[in-house]
């Protein structure tokens, strides 16, 4: 366990509030030194306890937007990878092959649950048997065709993938193939009506 482990943190949201509200303040009383005190006063109280802050180039209209449809963007931080049991070809880095596998899953915008199922199976060893997998995903009406497409979408938003391989949705296993396909078509709906 590193030294800082034990460090109280604030939350992002938490950090942020702090900081409108200190500019608040000083928008409200320029003139004022005692109220322009406190305002640097409530911005050191979160020195060191705070994540950096993450600018957003996106705009408030669209930002509400895509918090409802839950399309927000994520950090490679939120992801736990774990590569516990997946064999690496010899020379590869699991360090590097954690962080790829992070990059690849925030630009996807997947929750960390459904990364790491679509990690898991992606750097499996053992490839599912499309047929079976079609044949169970027939069988609760979602075409397989469609399912591979819509899953695909998904995996394509990541870029290069893991470690430069391009991610394939037939290499994914019956349950994250479905998860990825249900969140590509709700990508896709949210992408046709996102405003510019």
């Known amino acids: 366990m590193t ?12 950090a942020d509030y702090v900081r409108q509200t200190a500019t608040q ?19 050191a109280s979160i020195e060191g306890l705070a994540p950096p ?8 209209q669209q930002r509400l937007y895509d918090k409802a449809y ?3 963007p994520r950090q490679p931080s939120e992801y736990d990878i774990d590569l516990q049991d997946v064999v690496l070809p010899d020379g590869t880095s699991p360090a590097q092959v954690a962080d790829d596998a ?13 990364g790491a199922m679509i990690v898991r199976d992606l750097l499996s060893d053992t490839k599912p048997d499309p047929e079976q997998v079609a044949q169970a995903i027939d069988a609760v009406g979602v075409p397989y065709q469609e399912a591979l497409r819509d899953a695909q979408y998904v995996l394509d938003r990541g ?13 994914l296993g019956t349950f994250a193939l479905v998860q990825a396909a249900l969140f590509g078509r709700h ?6 009506s996102r405003p510019a």
């Open 3 to 14: 030294e800082n482990a034990n460090q109280p943190t604030i939350s992002a949201d938490y």
């Open 25 to 43: 303040i000083e928008r409200d009383n320029p003139a004022d030194p005692a109220m322009m005190e406190h305002a640097a006063k409530l911005r």
């Open 53 to 60: 802050p993450v600018t957003d180039p996106r705009s408030q």
């Open 70 to 72: 839950g399309c927000e």
């Open 102 to 114: 992070r990059q690849f899953l925030a630009a996807m915008q997947v929750s960390p649950t459904l």
């Open 159 to 171: 870029g290069a993938g893991i470690g430069g391989k391009q991610a394939r949705a037939a290499d």
């Open 187 to 192: 990508l896709r709906k949210w992408a046709a």
